[in-house]
């Protein structure tokens, strides 16, 4: 039985799990990839990522997420296409469930399966998204300096996303289908302390409008009169929150109030012993490639060493 069973498991194919197949496979610890159904995760979408450590020119998304595969791949890793569709972490060795009936059993499993923005679910704003639309002003705010923007939601992410456009766009307009934001007060009121940002109340957004080529403007539906309004912007943000790719944990490790796995300070070790979580599955903060990739170095050195603690 024990040949059947792997030392390593990575759920996920982003930055946090390209990176433990790397130090996983570098410590020859032979572990196995489940790639799940979009390999390379949200980066795959992303044209061009400018803030990445050593590439000053910048390199599109699939490029980027090309290379780490293939650096894996040069370690000995082994990547199986499918997708999870039970977990049991109650025993060990873990047992998971892949969606063609096959079952793999892991002594360690390492979790980087990501979260996704939320959209607004609109034909045009897929149409125009990485050509004006964005859900990371952190990825993309550079490519609108000087520009009017308009981010849509009323959290503080929507807040943050806003504060951080300011140093780009010349305007930045705030939609917010309630008559109230519902953010902290701390950060409402920085934004609304902040010259360049406007806020336009009970509105939802009808459409994403432009050319062939990018965003142009966006119509607005008041949600009290139902008015339609044209505004001219070059870019809409999308900050209605994350919804992290853990259902499959759920009841099984323990999570926040939003969904996120939690993990111990300073770790990414989670409520269950050899189970460990990386990137934007626990990551509520950052939501960046390069905190990605450093979490899943972590998850990778944490596991290696809890192998070596059971033998």
């Known amino acids: 039985m024990d040949k059947d069973i792997r030392d390593v498991v990575i759920i996920g194919t982003g930055p946090a799990g390209y990176t433990s197949a790397i130090y996983t496979g570098r410590a020859n610890l032979k572990p196995l990839v489940i790639e799940g159904p979009q390999p390379g995760g949200q980066l795959m979408i992303t044209t061009d990522i400018e803030n990445f450590p050593g590439f000053p020119e910048g390199i ?11 650096q894996a791949a040069r370690f000995g890793v082994e990547f199986q296409f499918g997708s999870i569709t039970e ?11 892949l969606d063609n009936g096959q ?3 892991a002594r360690t499993l390492i979790i980087a399966t990501g979260a996704n923005a939320k959209w607004l679910g609109i034909e045009s704003e897929e149409k125009y998204r990485g050509r004006g639309v964005s859900a990371c002003a952190t990825c993309d705010g550079f490519f609108f300096r000087n520009c009017r923007v308009f981010v849509v939601g009323g959290g503080d992410t929507a807040m943050e996303e806003a504060l951080y456009l300011t140093k780009f766009a010349s305007e930045v307009v705030l939609v917010h289908r309630r008559e109230e934001f519902r953010a902290s007060k701390i950060m409402s009121l920085r934004a609304s302390k902040n010259e360049k940002i406007t806020t336009m109340l009970n ?5 994403i409008l432009g050319d062939d080529m990018k965003v142009t403007g966006i119509r607005l539906k008041n949600v009290k009169t139902g008015e339609l309004t044209e505004h001219a912007c070059d870019g809409v ?38 189970v460990f979580a990386c990137g934007d599955v626990q990551d509520f903060t950052y939501r960046q490639a390069v905190t990605a990739v450093g979490t899943g170095c972590m998850a990778a050195i944490e596991a290696e060493r809890f192998l070596e603690s059971i033998r």
């Not at 977990?87 to 469930?97: E, G, N």
């Open 237 to 274: 943000f999308i900050a209605i929150g994350h919804e992290p790719n853990a259902k499959l944990f759920k009841g099984q490790l323990d999570m926040d109030d939003y969904g996120y796995i939690l993990t111990k300070d300073h770790s990414t070790e989670t409520s269950v012993k050899g």
């Open 60 to 70: 599109p998304g699939p490029e980027l997420m090309g290379r780490m595969r293939e």
């Open 87 to 97: 977990v049991d972490v109650s025993r060990s060795p873990f047992s998971l469930m």
């Open 103 to 105: 079952e793999i059993l």
């Open 203 to 207: 509105q939802v957004v009808d459409e």
